[in-house]
């Protein structure tokens, strides 16, 4: 398990993520339309899987919005956005906001949060994501793995995107 902060609280996850080299774990999200977004279905694709609580958080936002610019950029490459959050409140935000360079994907029906070891089992938002990266290459190897260790600090965007 990994412990991360909540305001300086410490809160715990299920689990610790894949470390880098190893094979992603394969997942089942649900997106806005309440069709499947699997591992396989990207298989082929460098993806970026930016992991947090909730949308409706503005670290949260600003983490979908930053990976949505920086998105556009690069080649071969899918940002999934995953949350517990209700796929509608994810796909809500992003047509709001103008998003088009990412995918959602919520994790309410999914066992993700366990197979990447950032469901939360202590603290206030006890069932709820931690916020991380993992960046997985064209064959599911993981290249970059970061547990954020304050959950209400952004990831480190240059270091997931260095490794692609």
């Given amino acids: 398990m990994a412990t991360v902060t909540l305001?300086?609280?410490?809160?715990?996850?299920?689990?610790?993520?894949?470390?880098?080299?190893?094979?992603?774990p394969q997942y089942n999200l649900v997106q806005g339309d309440l069709s499947d977004l699997t591992s396989d279905s990207l298989q082929g694709k460098r993806v970026i899987l930016n992991i947090f609580p909730s949308?409706?958080?503005?670290?949260?936002?600003?983490?979908?919005?930053?990976?949505?610019?920086?998105?556009?950029?690069?080649?071969?490459?899918?940002?999934?956005?995953?949350?517990?959050?209700?796929?509608?409140?994810?796909?809500?935000?992003?047509?709001?906001?103008?998003?088009?360079?990412?995918k959602v994907g919520s994790s309410f029906r999914s066992t993700f949060g366990d197979d990447y070891g950032v469901t939360l089992?202590?603290?206030?938002?006890?069932?709820?994501?931690?916020?991380?990266?993992?960046?997985?290459?064209e064959n599911g190897k993981v290249l970059h793995a970061e547990q954020v260790a304050e959950i209400a600090d952004e990831p480190d965007y240059d270091a997931a995107l260095a490794v692609l």
């Fill in 121 to 137: 089992k202590t603290g206030p938002l006890t069932g709820l994501l931690s916020r991380a990266v993992v960046v997985v290459d």
């Fill in 7 to 24: 305001g300086g609280n410490p809160n715990e996850t299920v689990g610790e993520l894949p470390a880098a080299g190893t094979q992603a």
């Fill in 55 to 102: 949308i409706d958080t503005p670290t949260c936002a600003t983490s979908v919005r930053t990976f949505n610019q920086k998105a556009a950029a690069l080649d071969n490459t899918v940002v999934v956005c995953i949350a517990a959050d209700l796929p509608f409140a994810m796909t809500r935000f992003c047509g709001a906001e103008g998003i088009e360079n990412v």
